[in-house]
């Protein structure tokens, strides 16, 4: 863990601290931390604004009633937080049919125009988009998790592990069966398009 991570980590710890004995600024700070990483996470699963607004809501909210529980031994604030909402987003893309979506948002990513862009190119870019969001509609739901939780979040296989409550060598393998099947469906848009999207930071 960097200088940057422990001073982050101890940061957190102190609004919860702060939270938990009854100050509310407390718990719009670490909202304020968290959101839009929650959000990204539960649009990337669930492919539709309305329902990642709700989870991320329902997420916080129980999140929140039970800030006491949580243990900073066992695992970061995020990675309790992440496991919180993918719990929830389970059970509601269990029941939904996904729909197109705006690939702007998917992941987190974008496949960015140049200025100049030739009426090829542009039908080219189209064509990828919509290529990267049927590859992601067609993984099975555990393999979307994992490709998200890693390309779109930058977890650690470790930290998939606990969001997923697997092993970490099965959350290595999801991710490493959901880069080949994106691969393979990815490939009549060109064979370097997934290796540039995917880039954990």
């Given amino acids: ?43 990337s699963l669930l492919m539709n604004e309305q329902d990642a607004e709700d989870i991320v809501q329902e ?50 990513f974008e496949l960015k125009a140049p200025n100049a862009e030739a009426p090829e190119a542009a039908v080219i870019r189209r064509d990828a988009e919509e290529a990267i969001q049927h590859a ?18 930058g977890l650690t296989y470790r930290e998939i592990a606990e969001v997923m409550g697997c092993p970490q060598k099965t959350a290595e393998s999801r991710v490493r069966l959901g880069h080949q099947r994106l691969k393979q469906s990815l490939q009549p848009v060109g064979h370097g398009l997934l290796e540039e999207l995917l880039k954990v930071h």
Avoid at 1 to 29: F, P, T
Avoid at 136 to 153: H, T
Wanted: glycine share 4%.
């Fill in 1 to 43: 863990m960097s200088e940057n991570q422990v001073q982050r980590h101890a940061d957190i710890e102190a609004i919860i601290k702060r939270a938990l004995s009854g100050d509310q600024h407390g718990y719009a700070e670490l909202y304020d931390h968290f959101a839009s990483g929650v959000y990204r996470l539960c649009y």
């Fill in 136 to 153: 992601l509609v067609d993984l099975s739901p555990r393999l979307r998790e994992a490709i998200v939780l890693r390309y779109g979040q």
């Fill in 59 to 108: 997420s916080f909210v129980y999140a929140f009633k039970n800030l006491h529980r949580y243990d900073p031994k066992k695992a970061s604030l995020k990675t309790w937080l992440y496991t919180i909402a993918v719990s929830r987003c389970r059970n509601t893309y269990r029941r939904k049919r996904f729909i197109t979506v705006d690939i702007s948002q998917l992941l987190g």
